[in-house]
């Protein structure tokens, strides 16, 4: 069974730290790595997805991350924090199936950002 | 409508009493999924649905919770008999499904606050 893991609950940085965010999933074949960000009062939205090709993928908002098969990681990057990037972060891990899909959440790392 | 939409926003209701929460997807997704979200964690996987069939109710916490979806489009989670630790926000999400070329991303709804008392 797909898991996801994010060894950190919450991380502080000052504004214009550089900021990584970890994350590890387990799962039987090439997985379908997300992370999503939820702002305070707002919903969920994709920061970036990684499905094949280059490991690096960029996303909005200025973050990137690198999926390491050997490391089963993908880890979360920005290299200078804005107060505005203060929320939940949360890594996901999909399959896809014939028939189905589905995707499993890690339990989030919440950013505080010191002005 | 443009996204996914949920409702009601809030619900407030007594112990032992039935729920119901509704999810409008985004018109031609045909995945669509119920996650709970309780304060202070992650999201809970719930229940999948894929059109109006669902192959995995493997999250689904107990046989008090049950979901439908009909006509492909909206779905229903239901709740019976509620008790306190049923309180959390219950999110939706739907996604264009085991079509060719979908990655699996997922669009939000803004969830549906349930308190118990």
């Known amino acids: 069974a797909q898991s996801v893991t994010q060894p950190d609950i919450h991380i502080t940085v000052s504004e214009g730290a550089s900021l990584e965010l970890r994350c590890n999933y387990s799962y039987g074949a090439t997985p379908y790595l997300f992370w999503y960000v939820q702002s305070p009062g707002q919903g969920l939205q994709l920061l970036l997805k990684?499905?094949?090709?280059?490991?690096l993928v960029q996303g909005i908002k200025g973050f990137e991350a690198e999926f390491k098969r050997s490391q089963s990681s993908f880890n979360l990057r920005k290299p200078s924090v804005h107060w505005s990037d203060a929320a939940e972060y949360f890594c996901a891990v999909g399959q896809v199936k014939t028939s189905y899909d589905k995707v499993i959440f890690g339990p989030g790392t919440s950013l505080s950002v010191i002005p | 409508g443009a996204g996914v939409s949920q409702s009601p926003s809030n619900k407030v209701t007594e112990k032992g009493k039935d729920v119901e929460l509704r999810c409008d997807p985004i018109s031609g997704h045909t995945a669509l999924y119920w996650y709970r979200q309780s304060l202070g964690q992650g999201l809970e996987f719930l229940i999948y649905?894929?059109?109006?069939?669902?192959?995995?109710k493997s999250g689904l916490p107990s046989d008090r919770f049950s979901a439908e979806r009909t006509g492909g489009s909206v779905s229903t989670l239901t709740i019976q008999r509620t008790q306190q630790e049923d309180s959390a926000v219950y999110l939706c999400?739907?996604?264009?499904?085991?079509?060719?070329?979908?990655?699996?991303?997922?669009?939000f709804g803004e969830g549906s606050r349930l308190t118990v008392l």
């Open positions: 999400a739907s996604s264009l499904g085991a079509t060719s070329g979908n990655t699996g991303e997922l669009f």
């Open positions: 649905f894929q059109g109006n069939s669902a192959p995995d």
């Open positions: 990684y499905f094949s090709g280059d490991t």
